[in-house]
């Protein structure tokens, strides 16, 4: 009989691989490239021939050590590279290089804030493990004749690991994409990694467990492979914490497994099951020397560390003003978020600028498909319109027209204005001439308004915008049609 009734917890852990943006390869100098012919970019020391000798690659470890500061870490000032053995295909060296024990990777004891809460005003910490740095392994692929091969050109890419700190302190499948954007996000931003979930630069492995209310162990955990994108992560888990709810409720035991996420079918099924942890025989790399930091080094590197996505985002919300929903959605694209800072520096009301930018903007882009740093306006633009409009230069439904022009041929909105006399009449003489135009043309409407159909109003100011080509101001239209209609 199922069990009815019981409330379960669940916990997620997270365990992310980013692969860094560098020129070339973590421990040789082959480039760092996505896709390329197979096996083009190899030589000796990232197909570990005997006799080749691997180097540390600097620009990998300052973008770790980067990566370990923004996520408030603290930091090994001296840290050790391991080898751990374990062997599969597309691995040819038969280890991979990477950092073990518990305060030997590059950082450790961190956490990252991310939003929390249904209005996304309140915040929470998720609380870190490691940030460690070790290199990715090739690609297993199926070849055309039916067999199999291996692809080498993503062996030892320099991989970075983030891992969360136990017990977990997601619970829910939202909060486990919160957590993925956010991080994604910082890792944008600092310039570390593209974040290409589609192409596997950045990869989740979340580690699932359901436990009821009172318990006071965590239950048996899955782990979830192949989720290729923000959606699959929290599908999968949503999937994964009912399963496990129905096999308990049947009552069947969990087994520890690593499962694959079907994103088509939407439904996971068993990789391989856990026997036991398997021993992969750490020890030192005898090929490379410890690195060793100064305070010095890592003060410099925090005090260069960019404003970071949660930090722009609270500025926004806190000091600007913004509602917790524009403001993500300014910081979502760091280039946005870039162009917004721009137009708030050079003097516009930050609340405009954003319904500029998250409105008509942002509906222009995505029309022609184009990225912000394609196209012809700059912040000043938008700063432009935003003042034309407050002042009373021009209304509403003027910028609108002046802005797609702006934005067709990069013109000064102000310019647009001057030489095609587009400015807002706001002489309330000229306005009566033709509010008492139109009324003159049009007796039968005055008749129904009279009867007390007064939302013909509406078609008068129509009329009168037409006969204005809408550049009458629409504030003085509606006093003087209400007097002028009244008598
Ligand atoms: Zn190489
Ligand atoms: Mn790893």
Redesign the pocket.
Known sequence: MPKSGVAYVTSVGMEV?AELLTETKMFCGCLNRFGGEVNTRVCPVCLALPGALPYINRRAVEHVLRTALALNCQIAMRSLFHRKNYFYPDLPKGYQL?QYEETNPIGYAGYLVIPAGDDGLATKRVRLRRVHL?EDTGKLMHLPSGGSGVDCNRAGVP?M?IVTDFPPDIHTPEEAREYLQQLRLLLVYLGVCDGKMEQGSLRCEPNISIAEESAEKLGVKTELKNLGSFRAVASGIRHEETRMADELGRGNELKQETRGWNEDKETSFVMRVKEQEQDYRYFTDPDLPPMVFTEEYIETLRANLPELPMQKRQRYIEALGLSAYDAGVLVADREWAEFFDGAVEDGGDPKQVCNWMNGDFARLLNEDKLDVSESKVRPSHIVNIVNLVESGAINGKTAKEVFERTYKSGELPAEIIESEGLSQISDTGAILCVVREAIKENPDAVGKFKEGKTNIKGFFVGKVMQKTKGRANAEIVNQLLDVELSK
Do not use: A, F, I
């Open positions: 691989h990477s070790e991989l690991e």
